[in-house]
């Protein structure tokens, strides 16, 4: 353990802290980082991988009153530049002391954004891969693209041990062009991203002397390079004369009955914490934290070497990191609150990414309506969602985060995806197995986007039990005479591998989180149910160097006990993992699940075949899931919303009249 620092570095927490859950303000990146830099006495060798919140334990956040002091402590992974390994632990900002720090010989730390342009200046500046592109007949190597993609677990030769990128090449026609739209085919470079040697330029037709030509038709998105745009619609603004209806102190949210705290971190991106429902004057817990905390993109083909793109876009580079800066009126509409998000470079400098993180409130539609045909009364509501949301560019791609709160009681969480595909080239025409030719010569190749939310639950108070909730018919027959009988049958998920679970449409499945201590008006534990309608089949054998990384995949849902240290459903460690850590390891130990805190994990996501008109870049398509409340509330929650009429809404007969009784 290191010494303490001097008094002129005492922790001080910075303006913007003023709970124990708020992420790290720049001053303790700062000092954290001073900390370990005089703990390792490495110099500018001591790379920072990750510098984020420790979080306090629950009871230190629960027993948290404003206005009073608490502990400040960061989870840290350090190594040295150029060395295999890495350092992880924890400083107590307070104290100004490394307190914790385990050196873990075969961890590979994820790559980070700034050495994306050094894997392809590595890349480039190798003669063989000079002779390969020149080979290829282009000869302007600054239009040449050569992307990051981590490496996996092959066994390939030369890259055991080590921490290497493994490359895959496109080329621009000109400076702005979109170089997905040129793949350079059967060209790739492994390189080691710690030393930055290049390890291996595989160019697989070298031998053959015939290349797949790079298609070379411009396909651009840039407006500037498109021409000709169609007509705009006339201007759909969102007006709210008053301001948003929600209040934001700090990383606090306040919005009708609901509360919650916002968080973010490198990995995960998007935290939302504490998320709490007041009825009648009670606060009520629903969830303590969730987050997305894991992702993997397999591809379907085996052509070739793109059996190797099997990407954990979250463990790998982080979710967070590659969080982008929102616009005002063109990712987000109407009155909107951005919060900045605060991260670090390798250096353990801080760095701010400015408006990150954007929040506003929505019309979500209609919430209920009814009308009596005896009285000709009516009565009509509309429903509002508070919306959280960030946005990542991961390579190619674009991953953008939504998490809603209705007014009824649903937390409902929504991945936009778009972005431009992962292309390869096709000699134009050919018949294709494993993907869809989206322009003459351009192939995307199948694969999946498969997340893992992770969601700490908390309904009314931390003693949560699941149940398994399947729809059986029973048979025609004495009991169902008339065969249309149908019933829900309920099972608890006793322990983690009784908890290991998947849809099941046959039988309608969903899980339910309950709470056996809290009864409802009808006497029934209260509970949120998780609504699955994005659950994939994956396809990975799990006994392949990419399916046994991947072993979250395997089950729709996952429940653990919580505990501190299960965060990341693949493993701590996720760049060139072996699948040895994560949730199968974890549930292995079939730990008790009733009435206990526990920890709900949903695989969903994406199955994507692409199609053309998915290129040049691909109009969002959409995957999630609803927690949404059952028997929590003794009735409608809203049914106590006010008659509104909303006076700013025109129709063919004039201005908005009074539309309700
Ligand atoms: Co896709």
Excluded at 192 to 220: K, L, Q, Y
Excluded at 331 to 346: A, F, M, R, S
Excluded at 380 to 408: A, D, F, H, K, P
Aim: aromatic residues 10%; hydrophobic residues 40%.
């Amino acid at each position: 353990m290191a010494p303490a620092l001097d008094g002129s570095l005492a922790a001080k927490p910075g303006p913007s802290v003023t709970h124990p859950l708020d992420p790290l303000s720049a001053d303790e990146i700062v000092r954290a980082a001073d900390i370990l830099r005089r703990h390792f006495d490495l110099g500018a060798a001591l790379m920072f991988e990750t510098i984020d919140l420790a979080e306090p334990d629950k009871a230190v956040v629960r027993g948290h009153a404003p206005g009073q002091p608490f502990p400040r402590a960061a989870r840290f992974t350090v190594y040295k530049r150029g060395e295999t390994g890495a350092w992880a632990g924890r400083v107590d900002l307070d104290d100004g002391v490394v307190a914790a720090v385990d050196f873990l010989p075969d961890a590979r730390p994820m790559f980070s954004p700034e050495e994306f342009m050094q894997i392809e200046a590595a890349a480039k500046a190798d003669p063989r891969f000079q002779a390969a592109i020149a080979r290829r007949g282009i000869d302007r190597m600054d239009l040449v693209c050569v992307d990051p993609w981590t490496a996996g677990n092959f066994g390939a030769e030369g890259e055991d041990g080590r921490r290497v990128a493994y490359t895959f090449v496109w080329r621009r026609a000109f400076e702005f062009d979109n170089y997905y739209a040129h793949p350079v085919e059967g060209l790739n470079v492994a390189v080691d991203v710690d030393t930055f040697e290049v390890i291996r330029v595989d160019d697989h037709s070298a031998a053959s002397g015939t290349f797949v030509p790079v298609p070379m038709e411009p396909i651009n998105y840039d407006a500037d390079l498109l021409g000709s745009l169609r007509q705009p619609l006339k201007p759909l603004d969102v007006v709210q004369p008053e301001g948003p209806s929600f209040t934001v102190e700090g990383n606090r949210i306040a919005w009708d009955n609901w509360d919650l705290r916002v968080g973010f971190s490198g990995r995960e991106g998007l935290i939302l914490h504490q998320i709490a429902y007041t009825q009648d004057g009670r606060r009520r817990p629903v969830v303590y934290r969730a987050s997305i905390a894991e992702m993997v993109v397999p591809y379907g083909t085996p052509e070739g070497v793109h059996y190797r793109k099997n990407v954990f876009d979250s463990g790998e580079y982080g979710f967070g990191k590659l969080a982008q800066s929102l616009s005002l009126g063109c990712d987000c509409l109407g009155h909107i609150h951005y919060l900045d998000v605060v991260l670090h470079d390798l250096a353990g400098q801080p760095r701010i990414i400015p408006s990150a993180i954007c929040i506003h409130e929505e019309d979500a539609g209609l919430a209920w309506k009814h009308f009596d045909f005896r009285t000709e009364r009516t009565e009509t509501r509309r429903l509002r969602r508070l919306v959280v949301s960030s946005i990542t560019t991961v390579g190619n791609y674009e991953y953008c985060c939504y998490w809603y709160l209705y007014q009824e009681g649903t937390i409902e969480f929504e991945m936009k995806a778009t972005g431009i595909i992962n292309t390869a080239a096709c000699i134009p025409g050919t018949e294709q197995e494993y993907g869809t030719e989206v322009a003459p010569g351009v192939i995307g190749h199948i694969h999946q986007h498969i997340f893992c939310a992770r969601l700490d639950m908390e309904v009314d108070g931390p003693g949560n039990s699941v149940v398994e909730c399947d729809t059986v018919a029973p048979p025609m027959g004495p009991g169902n005479p008339m065969g249309n009988a149908f019933k829900v049958v309920e099972r608890v998920l006793p322990t983690e591998q009784a908890a290991r679970r998947r849809v099941d449409f046959e039988r309608m499945r969903y899980w339910k989180v309950v709470n056996p201590e809290a009864r409802n008006r009808m006497g029934r534990p209260t509970g949120y149910k998780l609504e699955t309608p994005s659950a994939v089949q994956p396809y990975l054998d799990p006994a392949g160097p990419s399916g046994s990384r991947a072993g979250f995949i395997y089950n729709h849902l996952w429940v653990t006990p919580y505990h501190p240290d299960e965060r990341y459903p693949a493993g701590e460690f996720m760049n060139h993992s072996t699948g040895t850590d994560g949730l199968p390891a974890w549930t292995a130990r079939d730990r008790p699940l009733e009435n206990v805190d526990i920890v709900l994990w949903h695989a969903f996501g994406l199955h994507h075949l692409p199609r053309p008109e998915d290129h040049p870049v691909q109009p969002r398509v959409l995957c999630g899931f609803k927690l949404m409340p059952v028997g929590f509330f003794d009735r409608n929650p809203v049914i106590d919303l006010p008659r509104e009429t909303n006076r700013a809404s025109r129709g063919n007969a004039g201005p908005a009249a009074s539309c309700c009784a």
